[in-house]
């Protein structure tokens, strides 16, 4: 069994048309947003997109990954292929290639990208690029690091043999997070991962305006080295976490007695602004969504980005273009709804027809449509450079992205199903 060469078809790790769909749109959006943001910037304004971008994608980094990883559907078949611990780690390390080329691809477009040439000061834009590349492989590795090997610390605070402070909070002064026990690890790691980027990045950053190359590069080099060394002193017992972890995470997410029983789901009631004929089915897919993607903290942080942005007196192209990447990015979020692990092929063709499912999925990614406005509305309420028709034409342009990214991924769905039961 451990010398099969390669995972039967079934069980390999499939992304499936809409997940291939839905990563190339977010992939050309973020590309088109750097193309334009760079465009005209000189070396100083680079670096600092650059770092800009650095730490928003650490930020996503660390709130996706566990969300990728866990729970692995091929675990249960791994278990019989007994794999070695090392095979078990580069199976595991392989979607981290994708996450990768989400942040590389237009990480390269913001240090080179120019329509009159931009062949000027090649070596320092190299080195500002090779900088932000070191620290967010080093910061995918880091988390990939904690999020892969959780398992035995999450046990342990679920069995209560770690986290008693936490307990004693929790019991005595009522404040904690309304999470089973057993996921309060992976919100610290949350925290954790992104703390370490920040300190990270704002090392090279002194560095790199005080013209000190080793401070530069050495936060960078120190981070990815120590993220690899992590990865491998767990290379040869990789197979205890890999299996200890996504079995609890696959207990919390699929409802077994770690169930998530003390979060409150969406209240049907508050969506009184669905229309009734799939007002069921909208709740039913946030309650899916909001157990696989806490997307709040990514909206939260994307909006934080922004008022930074303008904090800093932006050009309006930049501020363009980084708005079309986050609405980009949080409806292309939706595709989750159609994976397997969230509504197998059967739910998704016979409960409703598609033109409902694109309704449905329209009004579940307009659930943000007012924070997103509310965001908009605080950048003009103190930025004169934008007024409220400013506002009401991105909060328009957000109802254009939730229709677009509901029916994208409705047809992208039907058009599979189609082909595999023609």
Request: hydrophobic share 50%.
């Amino acid at each position: 069994m451990q010398d099969a060469p390669h995972l039967p078809p079934p069980f390999r790790r499939r992304t499936g048309t809409t997940g291939r769909l839905a990563y190339g749109l977010l992939l050309a959006v973020l590309g088109y947003a750097a193309a334009l943001l760079a465009d005209g910037l000189d070396v100083p304004s680079r670096a600092a997109a650059l770092r800009l971008w650095t730490l928003i994608m650490s930020g996503a980094i660390a709130v996706t990954i566990p969300n990728v990883l866990l729970p692995d559907p091929n675990a249960p078949m791994l278990q019989v292929l007994n794999w070695p611990p090392f095979r078990l780690l580069r199976y595991q390390l392989r979607p981290m290639r994708a996450l990768w080329g989400l942040f590389a691809g237009p990480a390269a477009l913001l240090a080179y990208f120019a329509t009159d040439g931009g062949g000027q000061q090649f070596g320092t834009k190299t080195a500002l690029l090779g900088q932000s590349l070191l620290v967010l492989t080093g910061v995918l590795l880091y988390s990939f690091d904690h999020y892969a090997t959780i398992g035995r610390r999450s046990q342990a605070w679920h069995e209560g043999r770690a986290g008693q402070w936490y307990g004693q909070m929790v019991e005595e002064a009522g404040q904690g997070v309304s999470v089973p026990r057993g996921l309060v690890p992976a919100l610290f790691a949350t925290a954790r991962c992104f703390l370490v980027a920040v300190i990270v990045l704002v090392a090279s950053a002194i560095g790199t305006r005080a013209g000190l190359p080793l401070l530069a590069w050495g936060p960078g080099v120190l981070l990815l080295a120590a993220s690899s060394a992590l990865l491998w002193r767990h290379r040869g017992t990789f197979d205890q976490h890999f299996y200890q972890t996504n079995a609890l995470y696959t207990e919390v997410l699929g409802g077994g007695s770690v169930a998530a029983a003390a979060r409150d789901p969406v209240p049907f009631d508050a969506l009184y602004w669905v229309p009734r004929r799939w007002r069921p089915a909208v709740w039913a897919s946030l309650r899916q969504f909001d157990r696989r993607l806490p997307l709040g903290r990514l909206v939260a942080l994307g909006h934080l980005a922004l008022w930074v942005l303008c904090a800093q007196g932006a050009a309006p192209d930049a501020v363009t273009a980084y708005l079309l990447t986050l609405f980009a990015a949080q409806n292309a979020a939706c595709g989750l709804l159609v994976t397997a692990a969230a509504a197998p092929p059967s739910f998704q063709l016979s409960l409703q027809s598609p033109l409902d499912w694109a309704g449905t999925r329209t009004f579940v990614n307009l659930r943000w449509l007012v924070p997103h406005a509310g965001s908009l509305a605080l950048v003009a309420l103190f930025d004169a450079t934008y007024g409220w028709t400013w506002v009401l034409t991105w909060s328009g342009i957000a109802v254009l992205f939730a229709a677009t990214a509901g029916i994208v991924v409705t047809l992208a769905t039907e058009v599979q199903a189609r082909r595999r039961f023609s």
